[in-house]
């Protein structure tokens, strides 16, 4: 993994020598210098591609690292909203790197395509930095994939799917964390669950909604899945503990069920499945639990070191944290 891209693997896939990658670098067109065009243009085609980015500083220092660490972000980590879901990563990423002795150098550049950032692109700068930490909800799994198959070195935050290859990951346990609260709720009685969100698609939805389904069948309790559902859906179903993945769902829930004079938990418990990434009321204190998300940033930095150092691929989950609200009890009507 942390292998740096050379001007030698620049002339091995262009078919040339590295000299005139050099040259095709400098621009040397001096001193009786002659490179056909179509050397030349097949030299800028593997570098346009692989993103390659020659480091100055690195040559003088014989390949020692830059001491710059870089983070790319997939989608805006600095929103006008109060879910400001992501800069708790980011103080955990600033607090790491200081502790490290580097600089952080923040992506943003990445033209996006159909909506979505990219990592490679024409005017890609990755390979300034050491190494790349990735936040984002959802990592394109092509970006991915080059980035393992090229040797980029990189950390990813949040638990990745293989991509060609293992992918160096600090994620959070989320099936642990949802199977304790459904522990939790069977406990005080609940038998009928429903899990409103999305559940597939990012690893994050997926892993939450895996540990659900573990934890409904271990107890042999029923389980709804429903990626969107209304309180009167929820109540026909007699479902007595609903499981959000979005906290603003669970508390438009819990508001709800309060305008229909209901009681939050004796009528209905609503759990949180995480952290608010849209605007969510201050008045629900949810019962769910808590992403690790300051920790990550700080382990994240501390795994990309290990890849810069050891060519290792670290992958590690965090335990998320029990949060201890008000829309959690034992239900006044079970049958």
């Known amino acids: 993994m942390a292998k740096r891209l050379t001007q030698q693997d620049i002339a091995r896939m262009a078919g040339v020598s590295q000299a005139t990658v050099s040259l095709v670098l400098n621009n040397r067109t001096d001193g009786g210098v002659r490179i056909a065009p179509d050397t030349r243009a097949r030299v800028l085609e593997v570098i ?32 006008s909203t109060r879910a400001d879901f992501y800069q708790p ?4 990423i600033e607090e790491q790197a200081e502790v490290a002795g580097c600089d952080l150098l923040l992506f943003t550049s990445a033209k996006a395509t159909g909506g979505k950032r990219r990592i490679f692109s024409d005017d890609s700068r990755i390979r300034l930095a050491d190494g790349c930490v990735l936040l984002g909800r959802s990592i394109d799994r092509d970006d991915l994939a080059q980035l393992v198959t090229e040797a980029v070195p990189f950390v990813s935050i949040g638990r990745r799917d293989d991509a060609g290859g293992p992918v160096p990951h600090i994620g959070a346990d989320y099936p642990a964390a949802v199977r304790d609260l459904v522990d939790r709720a069977v406990a005080l009685g609940h038998r009928r669950f429903a899990y409103v969100g999305a559940g597939t698609g ?3 939805s997926a892993d939450r909604l895996r ?7 271990a107890h042999g309790v029923e389980g709804t899945y429903v990626q969107f559902a209304g309180l009167a859906q929820l109540l026909d179903a007699g479902i007595t503990c609903v499981l959000a993945e ?20 004796g009528d209905l418990s609503v759990l949180m499945l995480g952290a608010a990434t849209r ?4 008045d629900v204190r949810l019962t769910g639990f808590r992403i690790p998300r300051r920790e990550m940033g700080r382990r994240a930095v501390q795994a990309l070191t290990e890849v810069l150092e050891h060519g290792t691929t670290p992958q590690e989950l965090l335990v998320c944290e029990f949060v201890e609200g008000t829309t959690l009890g034992p239900h006044t009507a079970l049958g």
């Open 246 to 265: 979005e906290v603003s769902d669970g508390a438009a829930l819990v508001l709800a069920a309060r305008e229909r004079g209901l009681s939050v938990p």
């Open 279 to 282: 605007p969510a009321p201050d």
């Open 48 to 79: 346009r591609r692989t993103g390659y980015v020659a480091n100055p500083i690195a040559r003088r220092l014989h390949d020692q690292r830059n001491r710059i660490l870089g983070v790319f972000t997939y989608e805006a980590v600095f929103p």
């Open 89 to 92: 990563f980011l103080e955990g």
């Open 211 to 217: 540990g659900f389904k573990q934890a409904v069948a």
């Open 202 to 204: 990012a690893e994050s």
